[in-house]
C-alpha cells in the first residue's frame, strides 16, 4: 500500500561547517483521495539547528506543496554526520504522517600536531654527589599501549549490529586513561562501553564496541578507524582499521485476516506483508494458497506483490469452494497461504485460515410454457433462480420415459449469480414424425445438476404434444401386370411433411425369383411435392413346360436410412406362358416403328433437296442472272438423279407458283 503522504528533500545531502547556514526544499505530495492539512516540524539535530518555514501546509489530493528548512548549526558544534527529519503530520488523522532525510556533514575541527621541542643539553661540571639533583622521571606516553579488537560471535543483536571486545594492555609505568576514537562511519551509529578505561601500569582492561547502523543502510561493506588515545597526550595514539557488513535483510511477517469465516459460498481474505523494521532490500513475493483435500480455488489480486523494505503492502485472496455442502451441513475447511521471495535468501513465510461454508438451499427451476404443441420441434424458455449467496453453475438435461425426444439447451451450462435469476432456451425435438390420427404427448424431466457434481439438485417437468401428419406415401402404378418375362411399373411418392425427404427405394420378393431395377434412385422430394420412378421387373427364370401361369409378389419400400422405412407398396407380376413368335413379333415391330421414322425423315430431306434444284432450274430457264453459276451443278449428274424422281414435277409447280405470286405481287 502506497504512503499517504510523501516527502522528497533536495538536497539529500548537505556539507556544512559549524557557524555557517543553509538551506534546502521540502516537497510534501498528498498521495489521499482527501484534501490534508498537515504540521511540519524537524528533528534528528540538536534543538536551534534547524527550522522550517511554513510549519503548516495544505494540499489537495495528488497536489505537491513545498517549504523551506534553514540549517545552522552553531560554531561549538561537533564535527559528525547527522540526519535531519523533516516530519509531516496530519492534523485530522495522526496516524498518517510522512517523512523526508537530510544528511548533515559536519567535518572535525583540524587541529595542530603540537611537538614538544627537545632542549640541547650542555656539558655541565662535575659537583659532589650530595650536591646534584636527583634526575625526574620521564612520562611514558600513549604510544606505548597495546590494544586489539576480538569480534563478538555470540552478540544477541540483530544483524547488520556488530560487536567487538576491546583489550588494552598499559605497557607504561604510569596510570594513565584512554579514550576511543571513531572515523569513517556514522557517530550515531557508535556506542563504546565503558568510554573510556584507566589503567594503572602492565594493567589490561576491556571494552565493549557495539556498531548498528541505521534502519535505512544501504547493503554494503563500511569501513572505519578506531583510534584509542591517551589522557596525557592527546597526539599519541593507536588505530585499529575495521570494518561493519550490512548484509540483505528482507524478513517480513505474513497476516491473514480473518483467521475463520462463515459463508454459503465464496469468501475473500486480506492478505499483509509487513517487512521488518530491520529489513533493507525491497523483495519480489509470489502469494500461492491451497488445502489439502483440494475443495476450493484460490485466486490473488494481486498474486505477486514487491514489498519494499519497511513497508506493508496488501492483497486480497478469493477462496472458492468447488462444490455446495448439503442444506442442513457445515464444511470446514482448512487452507495454508504462502508468502515465497524469489530472492534465495528470504525464508517463505506460511500463515493458515478457515473457511466455514455452510448448506445452501438448492436453485429451483421454472418451465414457461409448461405445454407445447408441435409437428415435430418445440422450444420452451427455462428460468433458472439461485437462492445462494454465491455464484453457481448448472449443467442442463433432459429426459422422457419413452425416449422419443432429444433435448438440445442454449447455453448449456447456466451460470446464476448470487441470489440472482438466469434463463436458457430449451428445444425438445422428436426423433421421428408421429403419423396417423390423433397426436401423441410426451412428458420429460428438465433437471440441473452443479458443475462437478453427480446428483441433480433442481428439476421441472413439462409437455409436448407432438400434431401427427399423414405419413409420407407410395404408390405402384400398375399394380399388378402378366407378362411372359419382364414388366415395367411407375413408383409415386408423396411427401406431405413441411420438411424435405430423400427417398431411397428398395424392391424385393420372398422367393428372391425376381430381379429390380429403379431409376431414379433415391428420389428427393420437396414439402408437399411428388415424384416419380421406374421401377423394372424381370423373372429370374422361365416357366416350365406345361406350367400355364406363376405369380411373383413383390415389396416396394421407401426409407431414410438403412432401417428406418418411411412407406411401403405391394405389386404383382404374372409369369405367363408365352410362344416365340410373340416375342419375334413383338421385336419385329419395334425394329419396324424405328425404321418407319427414318425413313419419314429421309423423305422429308429429299423434297427439300428437290425443292431447291427445282427452283434453281426454273431460274436458268426463266434468263435469271445467277443462271451462269447455276448451271454447271444442275448439269451434275446427282442433281440430274433428284430432278429425275416422280417429286420432282409437283415441286417445279410449287416453284412456277411461288414465281407467279412475286410477279403479281410486283406489278
Not at 622521571?137 to 544477541?156: F, L, R
Not at 414439402?527 to 411373383?552: F, N, Y
Request: charge should be neutral; proline fraction near 10%.
Amino acid at each position: 500500500m502506497a504512503d499517504p503522504v510523501v516527502i522528497t528533500t533536495e538536497p539529500t545531502r548537505i556539507q556544512i561547517k559549524p557557524g555557517e547556514q543553509a538551506s534546502a526544499t521540502a516537497l510534501i505530495r498528498n498521495r489521499s483521495e482527501e484534501v490534508e492539512h498537515y504540521d511540519l516540524r524537524v528533528e534528528g539535530v540538536p534543538e536551534g539547528w534547524a527550522s522550517i518555514t511554513p510549519d503548516q501546509v495544505s494540499a489537495f489530493p495528488l497536489q505537491e506543496v513545498r517549504a523551506r528548512v534553514r540549517i545552522h548549526p552553531p560554531q561549538d558544534a561537533q564535527g559528525a554526520i547527522y540526519t535531519l527529519i523533516v516530519r509531516a503530520v496530519s492534523q485530522e488523522r495522526p496516524e498518517v504522517q510522512g517523512t523526508g532525510r537530510i544528511e548533515l556533514d559536519i567535518p572535525l575541527p583540524v587541529q595542530p600536531v603540537t611537538t614538544t621541542p627537545v632542549e640541547e643539553t650542555r656539558p655541565t661540571e662535575r659537583k659532589p654527589e650530595e650536591e646534584r639533583p636527583r634526575p625526574e622521571v620521564q612520562p611514558v606516553t600513549a604510544s606505548q599501549i597495546e590494544v586489539t579488537a576480538e569480534p563478538v560471535t555470540d552478540t544477541p543483536l540483530p544483524p547488520p549490529a556488530a560487536q567487538w571486545r576491546l583489550l588494552l594492555h598499559n605497557a607504561g609505568n604510569i596510570l594513565d586513561t584512554f579514550s576511543f576514537n571513531i572515523t569513517g562511519i556514522r557517530p550515531t551509529w557508535v556506542n563504546i562501553d565503558p568510554p573510556q578505561v584507566t589503567l594503572k601500569p602492565d594493567e589490561k582492561g576491556n571494552a565493549l564496541l557495539t556498531v548498528r547502523p541505521s534502519e535505512d543502510t544501504a547493503v554494503g561493506v563500511y569501513p572505519f578507524t578506531l583510534r584509542v588515545f591517551s589522557h596525557l597526550n592527546l597526539n599519541q595514539r593507536t588505530e585499529i582499521p575495521l570494518k561493519v557488513e550490512v548484509k540483505p535483510n528482507s524478513a517480513f511477517t505474513l497476516n491473514v485476516w480473518p483467521r475463520d469465516a462463515e459463508s454459503q459460498g465464496g469468501r475473500e481474505f486480506d492478505i499483509s506483508l509487513v517487512s521488518d523494521r530491520n529489513s533493507n532490500t525491497d523483495v519480489w513475493i509470489d502469494l500461492t494458497a491451497s488445502d489439502p483435500e483440494g475443495l476450493c480455488d484460490y485466486t490473488f489480486n494481486p498474486a505477486h506483490v514487491l514489498l519494499p523494505a519497511r513497508q506493508t503492502v496488501t492483497s486480497k485472496l478469493r477462496v472458492q469452494p468447488r462444490t455446495f455442502p448439503g442444506p442442513n451441513e457445515r464444511r470446514q475447511v482448512a487452507f495454508t497461504v504462502v508468502a515465497k521471495p524469489r530472492d534465495a535468501i528470504t525464508e517463505p513465510r506460511s500463515a493458515e485460515a478457515r473457511l466455514i461454508q455452510v448448506g445452501a438451499p438448492p436453485p429451483t427451476l421454472e418451465l414457461r410454457p409448461r405445454v407445447r404443441n408441435a409437428t415435430l420441434e418445440a422450444e420452451y424458455t427455462l428460468l433458472a433462480t439461485n437462492l445462494a449467496a454465491m455464484e453457481t453453475t448448472l449443467v442442463l438435461s433432459g429426459q422422457d420415459p419413452e425416449e422419443g425426444c432429444e433435448y438440445e439447451f442454449d447455453p448449456p451450462k447456466l451460470v446464476v449469480p448470487p441470489r440472482g435469476q438466469a434463463q436458457a432456451k430449451v428445444k425438445v425435438h422428436a426423433k421421428a414424425y408421429a403419423e396417423g390420427e390423433g397426436e401423441k404427448p410426451y412428458t420429460f424431466t428438465i433437471e440441473a445438476t452443479r458443475e462437478g457434481d453427480l446428483v441433480p439438485v433442481a428439476r421441472t417437468d413439462g409437455h409436448f404434444i407432438q400434431r401427427r401428419i399423414q405419413p409420407v406415401s407410395l404408390e405402384l402404378i400398375p399394380p399388378q401386370q402378366s407378362h411372359p418375362r419382364s414388366a415395367r411399373y411407375s413408383i409415386k411418392a408423396s411427401n406431405p411433411r413441411l420438411q424435405p425427404v430423400q427417398i431411397w427405394l428398395e424392391a424385393k420378393d420372398e422367393a428372391d425369383a425376381l430381379a429390380f431395377s429403379i431409376k431414379p434412385n433415391p428420389i428427393v422430394l420437396s414439402p408437399g411435392a411428388e415424384g416419380i420412378a421406374t421401377l423394372t421387373v424381370r423373372a429370374k427364370d422361365k416357366l416350365a413346360a406345361g406350367e400355364q401361369r406363376r405369380v411373383h409378389k413383390f415389396v416396394v419400400a421407401g426409407m431414410v436410412d438403412a432401417s428406418t422405412v418411411l412407406a411401403s407398396t405391394t405389386g404383382t407380376l404374372a409369369q405367363v406362358q408365352g410362344a416365340g413368335l410373340p416375342q419375334i413379333m413383338t421385336a419385329f415391330l419395334r425394329v419396324g416403328g424405328r425404321l418407319l421414322k427414318w425413313a419419314i425423315v429421309i423423305l422429308i430431306v429429299a423434297f427439300l433437296i428437290v425443292l431447291l434444284l427445282a427452283a434453281m432450274d426454273e431460274g436458268a430457264r426463266g434468263n435469271v442472272d445467277p443462271q451462269a453459276q447455276v448451271t454447271p451443278i444442275l448439269r451434275h449428274p446427282i442433281a440430274r438423279w433428284f430432278l429425275g424422281l416422280p417429286i420432282a414435277e409437283p415441286a417445279r409447280a410449287l416453284i412456277r407458283f411461288i414465281y407467279q405470286v412475286l410477279i403479281a405481287v410486283r406489278r
